[in-house]
């Protein structure tokens, strides 16, 4: 599956990046193969999404959330804290 | 190091949001100068120091990822770094995040491997230690090969120890780079600084192969890294940020994250239009007595006008605009200190994407309703080429403060202060129409360019959410301080430049008309504000005026709306000190008088009144869409550097203009 289709709380971990100038960046931002990936946040018109990696909150748009082919680590759905 | 040099030359390199401003404004203070970098707009920020006889000059890089530029600031930060000419830099301090220290420290491995002396700042040290974070900093040194320091620049602390590190800086013996994997690919090259020098002169076939080892080199780092971290940083496993989390649930809420971003403006927009009013008319009245004072105690001729009403006239016409400036800019840093200003830009991002924008062109849209100088070079952080020229194109459709005197002018011709709606002020509510309609126009121009721009570039938008910080006032005054003198002089040497031309031709006509004039009106007796108006008629910016008139007589304006607009070119302000001086009104500061002298205007042949709702609603419009600043077309050029676009600009935005206001005009007639 891929990082957009997770939902909001759900971690995963990255395997690999389908778009070759988009995957420069999330390895620069330390979102690299190997890393846990986390959904922390998803705007109000569910776009773009928050995710935790590597420490800290990294903003992205669902279309480039689809370049990076994830695995799901659990299916527990946190509810937003709202 | 080089003992023989009097002055070190140090930067200040590090990731966006690692505490590098606070960094420089606590080691430099008020010896900051502010400049730009050779051809570009981009603000270059230098201060100096003194420490154990040597002096220090350090200067405070754009933020960078890594060195491999994605958009203009960073390349402005890489190229700064590989520069070898005379001014090369002595040490560089990396400025690292000590509660995010992986991320932060790849930059650094790449420093490192340029073979540069460097330092390492382990910035925001206290708040590592309050999310028990702990730092073995010895380990780290004989790792990364070069001194690493523990910094709090907020409070100050470390300062003292950072300087004495940057003079015993050496070049680190670790090397980080796949050098092996760099030899495969780029035999020719000798060393990791010459691949990253290569990336900015090299062809599309090179440059696939440079992406190509950038990516599987930062890979490798990552993993080095994760082998550093783990033997030099201990962290407790479940990080606690529940604050952020907190306020991120109520900023980026579905209902309250829109409201709160729409209280936000609407306090901004009470601040840079209300509030800011009374330190200005305080600055125009200044300035009013000074060059009546200048007027009359020096002694009279044409230098005393050039200086009276070209010099003194320009400058009053661009300190003016300084307390807004400098309140929209308080503003929008304090946004952007505190993190605020990403979230608005995640949760804008989606509506500004149908446009052709992106959520970081929520700041500059919002710049323009002062100025579209500031908000045409906030345009930088936007990485994106065609998102950025879009949002450069359409700014200033949006109405900045110039309009508003304007606006004011002729909607008060239109309707009294009695014309009442519901309770509601019929002045009020056209004139929010008219900043309705410039944002309005700017989504719809950027709509259209969307569609006609074309890249090759992909369109990204992504971006860190930092933490919420408090502000820092120290560091936001001076960044206020630093963006008002940038305004001052870049923009103030076109204004105050127009403003002596037009002097020139208000003041000046063709062989001795002027002499005629003032002979005629001696014998007749004229008095001095109806002898101006007919000296202005005759000047050459009348000759102007009148030839232009079969020009704009379709959307409805005579020959004296004619010479305003000539002169609005300088600012579009000027537009009313015109009218005011064509219809010697005498005293260009008291609207009331000047509105009541046009509402009451008739044409000499017809006797109907000038100014009817056809011709105001013309004017307004008029106002509204056309490029009637020389400045922001200077600064576009400076941002874009190719003439195309400011030419571009000009030429959509003039067809808009008389476009929408001869269907006005005709509409209303």
């Known amino acids: 599956m891929t990082l957009d289709q997770l939902k909001l709380g759900q971690t995963a971990i990255v395997q690999e990046f389908t778009d070759d100038f988009l995957s420069l960046k999330f390895i620069e931002m330390g979102c690299l193969p190997g890393e846990i990936v986390k959904v922390v946040n998803i705007a109000p018109m569910q776009d773009p999404i928050a995710i935790e990696v590597s420490g800290y909150v990294l903003s992205l748009r669902k279309q480039e959330a689809s370049t990076v082919v994830v695995t799901l680590l659990n299916d527990v759905v946190l509810n937003k804290t709202n | 190091m080089n003992s023989l040099k009097n002055t070190l030359h140090i930067a200040l390199v590090g990731n966006p949001n690692s505490g590098k401003s606070t960094l420089f404004n606590s080691l430099t203070g008020l010896t900051q100068k502010t400049g730009n970098y050779a051809g570009v707009t981009i603000e270059k920020h230098v201060g100096k120091f003194e420490f154990n006889g040597t002096s220090f000059s350090v200067t405070d890089l754009p933020g960078t990822y890594s060195l491999f530029p994605k958009s203009l600031d960073e390349e402005v930060a890489c190229k700064t770094i590989l520069n070898t000419s005379t001014d090369k830099l002595d040490v560089i301090v990396i400025v690292a995040d000590a509660t995010n220290i992986k991320r932060h420290l790849l ?83 000798k060393s990791y600084k010459e691949l990253i020098d290569l990336q900015f002169t090299c062809d599309d076939e090179l440059s696939k192969l440079i992406k190509q080892f950038e990516k599987e080199d930062n890979i490798s780092r990552f993993y080095k890294l994760n082998y550093i971290i783990a033997k030099c940083v201990k962290k407790p496993e479940q990080l606690n940020k529940s604050i952020t989390q907190k306020l991120d649930s109520f900023f980026t809420h579905k209902f309250f994250g829109f409201f709160f971003f729409f209280l936000i403006l609407f306090i901004v927009f009470q601040f840079v239009f209300f509030v800011a009013d009374v330190p200005m008319t305080w600055i125009e ?49 304090v946004l952007e ?43 930088r952080t936007i990485s994106n080429w065609k998102t950025r020229i879009i949002t450069i194109l359409v700014t200033p459709l ?64 992504i971006m860190e959410l930092p933490v919420y910080r408090m502000p820092q006032w120290q560091t936001v005054g001076m960044l206020v301080l630093k963006k008002v003198k940038l305004f001052l002089f870049n923009a103030g040497k076109i204004i105050l430049a127009i403003s002596i031309v037009l002097w020139f031709l208000t003041s000046h006509a063709p062989s001795n ?95 109907s009144p000038v100014y009817t709702t056809a011709v105001c609603w013309s004017l307004l419009v008029f106002y509204a869409f056309a490029m009637q600043c020389m400045s922001t077309l200077a600064t576009t050029y400076s941002e874009t550097k190719h003439w195309k676009w400011p030419f571009i600009q000009l030429v959509f935005m003039s067809v808009l203009a008389y476009g929408s206001s001869f269907i006005v005009f005709n509409l209303l007639k």
């Open chain 2, 285 to 333: 009245e200044s300035f009013a007595a000074f060059m009546n004072f200048t007027a009359n105690s020096l002694p009279k001729g044409e230098l005393n006008d050039l200086l009276v009403n070209g010099v003194l006239a320009g400058i009053s016409g661009i300190v003016v605009f300084v307390p807004q400036i400098a309140l929209l800019f308080f503003f929008i840093t």
């Open chain 2, 513 to 607: 008309v002027f002499t005629q004039l003032e002979e005629k009106a001696l014998v007749l007796n004229t008095p001095t504000d109806v002898l101006n108006a007919q000296k202005l008629e005759h000047s050459y910016a009348g000759i102007f005026g009148k030839k232009i008139e079969p020009l704009i007589e379709p959307i409805g304006f005579d020959w004296k709306i004619g010479i305003s607009l000539i002169t609005s070119f300088a600012a579009r302000e000027v537009f009313v000190g015109t009218m005011a001086t064509i219809y010697s009104s005498g005293d260009s500061d008291n609207t009331e008088t000047l509105r009541e002298k046009l509402a009451s205007e008739k044409d000499s042949v017809t006797q």
């Open chain 2, 107 to 189: 930059l650094a491995t790449q420093l490192i491997d340029l073979k540069i002396p460097c330092v390492l700042a382990l910035n925001m040290i206290d708040e590592a230690e309050k999310q028990n974070i702990t730092i073995y900093k010895n380990d780290l040194e004989n790792l990364l090969g070069i001194g690493v320091v523990f910094v709090n620049s907020r409070k100050k602390t470390g300062l003292e120890e950072l300087k004495s590190e940057i003079l015993k800086a050496k070049i680190s013996d670790s090397i980080f780079y796949n050098f092996e994997k760099q030899l495969k690919l780029f035999p020719n090259l």
């Open chain 2, 337 to 379: 200190d505190t993190g605020y200003m990403a979230r608005a830009s995640f949760i804008l991002d989606k509506v500004m994407q149908k446009f052709g924008l992106n959520g970081k062109s929520v700041i500059p849209m919002i710049s323009s309703v002062a100025c579209a100088i500031p908000s045409i070079m906030s345009t």
């Open chain 2, 398 to 461: 949006i109405s900045c403060s110039a309009r508003l005197p304007v606006y004011t002018l002729i909607i008060s011709i239109m309707f009294k202060d009695e014309h009442m709606i519901y309770g509601f002020n019929y002045k009020g509510i056209v004139l929010m129409g008219m900043y309705l309609l410039g944002f309005g126009a700017a989504f719809l121009a950027a709509f259209i360019l969307k569609f006609i721009l074309k890249t090759k570039e992909k369109n990204y938008f």
